[in-house]
C-alpha cells in the first residue's frame, strides 16, 4: 500500500508560483508512475502532468511551459512546480501513483492523496 500527502498549495495572485510536494510512503516509489491532477470548481478532475520511473514528462497543453513536473526518489517525493498561474488554475490538486507506465486516465491510477487547494487571485 502507498500512502501520498500532498502539500504546497495556498492563494496566490495571478502570475505568481507555487510549487506543490507530494510525499509518498513505500519503498518501491522509483518503480512508480506519478501524476498530478485538479478539479476546478463545478467541473471533473483532469490531468495535469505525470512522470514516469525513468523521468519521463508528460504535460496537459493548458500547462506547458508554465508547469514543471519533477521527483526526487531519495526523499519518495514528487512535485509540481507552477509558474504564470492564472485564475483557471484555480483547483484542488491531487497527487496519484500507479505501479505501471505512466496515464493521463485517473482511473488508472492507484494511489491517491487527499488533495492540497490552489487559488489563483486576478
Known amino acids: 500500500q502507498v500512502q501520498l500527502v500532498e502539500s504546497g498549495g495556498g492563494l496566490v495572485q495571478a502570475g505568481g508560483s507555487l510549487r506543490l510536494s507530494c510525499a509518498a510512503s513505500g519503498r518501491t516509489f522509483s518503480r512508480y508512475a506519478m501524476g498530478w491532477f485538479r478539479r476546478a470548481p463545478g467541473k471533473e478532475r483532469s490531468f495535469v502532468a505525470s512522470i514516469d520511473w525513468s523521468g519521463g514528462t508528460y504535460y496537459t497543453d493548458a500547462v506547458k511551459g508554465r508547469f514543471t513536473i519533477s521527483r526526487d526518489n531519495a526523499k519518495n517525493t514528487v512535485y509540481l512546480q507552477m509558474n504564470s498561474l492564472n485564475p483557471e488554475d484555480t483547483a484542488v490538486y491531487y497527487c496519484?501513483?500507479?505501479?505501471?507506465?505512466?496515464?493521463?486516465?485517473?482511473?488508472?491510477?492507484?494511489?491517491w492523496g487527499q488533495g492540497t487547494q490552489v487559488t489563483v487571485s486576478s
Open positions: 496519484a501513483g500507479r505501479d505501471r507506465t505512466t496515464a493521463t486516465l485517473a482511473t488508472l491510477y492507484d494511489y
